[in-house]
């Protein structure tokens, strides 16, 4: 893939993600990791937003593992 078509499929991606539910959501977002890292392996600039997404999905992750931990 190219700079472009990658800048692009992150987009895709973004809006994919916006849509989704809970399940389909760490799939696309592993995805767009994927993306990512590819666009930054040809020195192409990631969006913040991009960036964003994917750590607000590792947040929920994380927090996830711990709500049911006994206080």
């Known amino acids: 893939m190219t700079e472009q078509e990658l800048s692009h499929r992150l987009s895709t991606l973004q809006s994919e993600i916006a849509r ?3 399940q389909t959501r760490s799939a696309l977002v592993d995805q767009l990791a ?4 590819a666009l930054e392996s040809f020195g192409g600039t990631v969006p913040r937003a991009a ?3 994917i750590e607000n999905q590792r ?3 994380i927090e996830a593992m711990f709500d049911n931990l006994p206080v």
Do not use: P, T
């Not at 994927?34 to 890292?37: E, G, N, S």
């Open 20 to 22: 989704s539910d809970a």
């Open 51 to 53: 960036r964003r997404v």
């Open 59 to 61: 947040d929920a992750e």
């Open 34 to 37: 994927h993306a990512v890292r």
